[in-house]
């Protein structure tokens, strides 16, 4: 009777303690996700306004301070242009501050409209850069990616005389080229040899596959040019698309962290995150909302040609715009994680 007793509390707390061990793996390794993102984020953020930065002083226009982080300040040091280095209490973003007057003359107000323009487009361009070198890496660690068509095992080389993933495109998409077709027929080059079929005999014959193969240098950079360009082609269809009134698919900030829950699982994964998020800070940045800085290129521009009444007057609207902008971005964030929460509690059953 003992020894069952015993043998039964053992059990129990041996399948307890295996949970709790399971259990915290999973949280450290969440924890450590959003840790790792909020850090790339700084780091991100950080790179941009050194874009503003190192363009400014290129041009002869000094910061006034250079700050990793924010908070209160841990410790300063300052360089031979003057600029104070700043290093504060929360590791989590930065900014630069330039003078608004200068003993040699020169700031952001009073240099050239193009050259201020310049200063402007360099943060956008530095998480550009860092996006083309953090696909650079991931392609070097993953390998490039090359998705293959078959048809019932056999290779698909193209459909219709086109590479077999813009033709796929279309037809999922029931393509108004493809409906016109007599008796919806497409044409096949496969490895086998050429094939005549139904379009509907493709879509349910139609297998792709992934898969990852070492390239050259120069596969490497074209490869990481192409996925730099598409994600930048995507994100202003995004854009373009939100503001069309058309149904899609934005995160804002609590949404980049609740998608970096993998990141700590891999680290081409976390370069992939990385790239990603660097494209959409560069974009959104260029939008013309004021505190950005299209924004501000839009500003100084209409400063230039229509006189500042006229800069006020669009730097008011631009404020009440982008923040209701903002808080839907947020609605839309908060919305999605708590969809996601109710819908995995269903699938648990822990919701009736």
Same mark, same amino acid.
């Not at 992934?210 to 240098?217: A, C, K, L, T």
């Given at each position: 009777?003992?020894?069952?007793?015993?043998?039964?509390?053992?059990?129990?707390?041996?399948?307890? /303690?295996?949970?709790?061990?399971?259990?915290?793996?999973?949280?450290?390794?969440?924890?450590?996700?959003?840790?790792?993102?909020?850090?790339?984020? @700084?780091? /991100?953020?950080?790179?941009?306004?050194?874009?503003?930065?190192?363009?400014?002083?290129?041009?002869?226009?000094?910061?006034?301070?250079?700050?990793?982080?924010?908070?209160?300040?841990?410790?300063?040091?300052?360089?031979?242009?003057?600029?104070?280095?700043?290093?504060? $209490?929360?590791?989590?973003?930065?900014?630069? @501050?330039?003078?608004?007057?200068?003993?040699?003359?020169?700031?952001?107000?009073?240099?050239?409209?193009?050259?201020?323009?310049?200063? #402007?487009?360099?943060?956008?361009?530095?998480?550009?850069?860092?996006?083309?070198?953090?696909?650079?890496?991931?392609?070097?660690?993953?390998?490039?990616?090359?998705?293959?068509?078959? #048809?019932?095992?056999?290779?698909?080389?193209?459909?219709?005389?086109?590479?077999?993933?813009?033709?796929?495109?279309?037809?999922?998409?029931?393509?108004?080229?493809?409906?016109?077709?007599?008796?919806?027929?497409?044409? /096949?080059?496969? @490895?086998?040899?050429? /094939?005549?079929?139904?379009?509907?005999?493709?879509?349910?014959?139609?297998?792709?596959?992934? #898969?990852?193969?070492?390239?050259?240098?120069?596969?490497?950079?074209?490869?990481?040019?192409?996925?730099?360009?598409? $994600?930048?082609?995507?994100?202003?269809?995004?854009?373009?698309?939100?503001?069309?009134?058309?149904?899609?698919?934005?995160?804002?900030?609590?949404?980049?962290?609740?998608?970096?829950?993998?990141?700590?699982?891999?680290?081409?994964?976390?370069?992939?995150?990385?790239?990603?998020?660097?494209?959409?800070?560069?974009?959104?940045?260029?939008?013309?909302?004021?505190?950005?800085?299209?924004?501000?290129?839009?500003?100084?521009?209409?400063?230039?040609?229509?006189?500042?009444?006229?800069?006020?007057?669009?730097?008011?609207?631009?404020?009440?715009?982008? #923040?209701?902008?903002?808080?839907?971005?947020?609605?839309?964030?908060?919305?999605?994680?708590?969809?996601?929460?109710?819908?995995?509690?269903?699938?648990?059953?822990?919701?009736?």
């Amino acid at each position: 009777m003992l020894i069952s007793i015993f043998h039964a509390f053992y059990t129990n707390i041996s399948v307890f /303690l295996s949970n709790f061990y399971v259990s915290m793996i999973s949280f450290c390794i969440f924890l450590s996700s959003y840790l790792y993102a909020i850090l790339f984020i @700084s780091i /991100l953020v950080i790179a941009h306004e050194f874009g503003h930065f190192y363009v400014a002083l290129k041009h002869g226009v000094r910061a006034k301070e250079f700050s990793v982080g924010m908070g209160w300040k841990l410790f300063s040091t300052r360089d031979k242009n003057g600029t104070i280095w700043t290093f504060r $209490s929360i590791p989590f973003g930065g900014y630069v @501050s330039f003078y608004e007057t200068d003993i040699n003359g020169k700031t952001i107000d009073n240099i050239s409209l193009i050259r201020r323009i310049t200063v #402007y487009l360099a943060g956008p361009a530095a998480n550009l850069i860092v996006a083309f070198l953090a696909f650079n890496l991931m392609f070097v660690i993953r390998g490039i990616p090359k998705i293959r068509f078959t #048809y019932k095992n056999t290779e698909i080389i193209s459909i219709n005389n086109e590479l077999p993933k813009v033709s796929i495109m279309k037809i999922m998409r029931n393509s108004s080229e493809y409906e016109s077709l007599e008796n919806r027929k497409v044409g /096949l080059q496969t @490895s086998q040899g050429n /094939l005549v079929i139904d379009i509907g005999d493709l879509k349910n014959n139609l297998i792709s596959n992934i #898969y990852y193969f070492r390239g050259s240098f120069i596969n490497i950079i074209r490869a990481s040019w192409k996925y730099l360009a598409d $994600s930048i082609r995507l994100n202003l269809t995004s854009i373009f698309d939100l503001f069309s009134g058309k149904k899609v698919n934005v995160s804002g900030p609590i949404g980049i962290l609740h998608a970096s829950k993998g990141i700590a699982k891999s680290f081409s994964g976390a370069l992939e995150w990385i790239a990603m998020v660097s494209i959409g800070l560069a974009i959104f940045n260029l939008m013309p909302f004021v505190p950005l800085d299209g924004g501000r290129i839009v500003h100084d521009l209409l400063s230039r040609y229509l006189g500042k009444k006229a800069a006020a007057l669009y730097e008011r609207a631009c404020l009440v715009l982008f #923040y209701a902008m903002i808080i839907y971005v947020f609605s839309k964030d908060i919305n999605k994680i708590v969809s996601s929460k109710i819908i995995s509690h269903k699938k648990v059953g822990l919701l009736k």
